[in-house]
């Protein structure tokens, strides 16, 4: 989740004291950023309202009643999986030990009691934008990789790249990884999307990508095709529709992790 103006951060408290709850609570409702989705002092009990409850972010101290928070953090991210909220630490114990157990098991930040609130807010602040500038950096490493394997390709069954189709047919390639079932809707769908984004007519886009796959055929790589996909696919009479090299590449990556 990106912290944004027009999103709060919905945020749960969990704390075995109720006097540090009604505290925590007051001052963060006062809050525009935030909405409190929710209290308790239980852990069964916070564990059953995060189950069904969209929850941002967990502050939680790791005295709680039912059980410690500890067993909480383990039962949690094991029963929870994907709906597992970022969680944060507020508690009295502050032995190393405490502190690197509760990190060890995916707090992302540990803080002494008593809690400075303001501090509080910025520490939730940096964990959204970490993970958000973190997931923006992890996209873009991803996207490069995938740009260079397709140009690879490319370079090595001899598709050069001042051709218009090397373009689209890398575009092509890339939409058919984030949606697989593209390829069946080939005109309808991926040549109206491509052109849509270059600025041009569905019809060039097929043409320019049918005469990239031409120039491959034609200068007769076709061993290096077929070594690259690990299987004796096309021989020179045999050559693929775009549909076809678009989702034989497409698997390719896919199957490499792409």
């Not at 491509?194 to 320019?208: D, H, M």
């Amino acid at each position: 989740m990106e912290n944004t103006p027009n999103k709060k951060i919905k945020i749960f408290f969990a704390d075995n004291s109720k006097e540090d709850l009604l505290k925590i609570t007051k001052h963060f409702e006062s809050n525009a950023n935030y909405e409190i989705v929710g209290s308790e002092t239980d852990a069964k009990q916070t564990l059953e309202m995060l189950s069904t409850t969209e929850v941002d972010i967990l502050v939680m101290d790791i005295m709680l009643g039912g059980m410690d928070g500890f067993e909480f953090m383990e039962k949690a991210k094991s029963t929870l999986g994907s709906k597992m909220p970022k969680l944060m630490i507020a508690s009295c114990l502050s032995h190393s030990g405490f502190v690197n157990k509760a990190l060890s098991l995916g707090a992302e930040y540990y803080m002494i009691k008593p809690l400075d609130f303001k501090v509080l807010e910025n520490r939730i602040t940096d964990i959204f934008s970490f993970n958000s500038t973190m997931q923006t950096k992890q996209t873009r490493t991803e996207n490069k990789a995938l740009d260079e394997k397709i140009s690879n390709i490319f370079l090595t069954v001899g598709i050069p790249a001042h051709i218009k189709g090397y373009q689209f047919l890398r575009e092509a390639i890339k939409m058919a990884i984030e949606k697989p079932e593209i390829v069946s809707s080939i005109t309808k769908e991926l040549y109206p999307s491509i052109a849509e984004k270059f600025q041009t007519s569905s019809s060039k886009v097929e043409r320019a990508i049918r005469h990239a796959i031409e120039v491959a055929w034609n200068r007769g790589k076709i061993e290096n095709i077929n070594s690259i996909f690990g299987i004796k696919v096309y021989n020179q009479n045999e050559k693929p529709t775009n549909g076809e090299f678009i989702a034989l590449v497409a698997d390719k990556m896919l199957m490499e992790g792409f």
